[in-house]
């Protein structure tokens, strides 16, 4: 599969000098920010203030949308009032039945990000559950790599953040790593 904007698109690319477009499967929105990871017949898409979208690929002609998570929040505003707005899902990495997120919420008072990472059972991916959490970083994260029970997240385009996820349900910090742009 590829992802835009508005679609995900499977494809053929067992020639990969031609490859074919087997079905694709258009959103009623644009994702400003995204990610794909496919696992077995199922692409993740982290699709920025839309969340994680789960999406069955079994039927690469008839892709279908069969599960995602949001995280809204609550905006009030002196002249517009109180809205609901939605955290930005940026990356992603699916491991077995849970699924790695990493995004920002809204900006804070001093301009920097609320960054996070959060784990979510996808045992049932029509029932998306959040398990874990971890944040309260300035930078949101543009990768995430999980293996051997660390989460592997870059940052800043120059950094390096581990978290342990050992226990899916209490990730813990273990290390941040500065790389001086060089």
Not at 75 to 84: E, L, M
Request: net charge negative.
């Amino acid at each position: 599969p590829t992802f835009d904007a508005t679609r995900l698109a499977v494809l053929d690319v067992s020639q990969p000098s031609a490859p074919i477009l087997l079905g694709q499967y258009t959103w009623p929105f644009v994702a400003r920010q995204g990610d794909l990871q496919v696992a077995g017949d199922r692409a993740y898409v982290a699709a920025g203030v839309h969340g994680l979208r789960i999406v069955d690929i079994g039927n690469a002609a008839a892709p279908m949308e069969v599960g995602s998570f949001l995280w809204p929040y609550e905006v009030r505003d002196p002249t517009r009032g109180a809205r609901i707005e939605y955290e930005a899902a940026t990356c992603l990495c699916v491991v077995d039945d849970h699924a790695f997120v990493g995004g920002s919420g809204p900006r804070l008072a001093d301009g920097s990000w609320a960054a996070w990472l959060r784990v979510l059972d996808v045992g049932d991916p029509t029932l998306p559950t959040q398990v874990g959490e971890i944040g309260g970083w300035d930078t949101p994260p543009s990768s995430v790599a999980v293996w051997s029970g660390h989460a592997y997240l870059t940052v800043g385009g120059h950094g390096l953040r581990v978290v342990d996820v050992s226990d899916r349900t209490a990730p813990r910090a273990v290390s941040d790593v500065n790389v001086p742009p060089g």
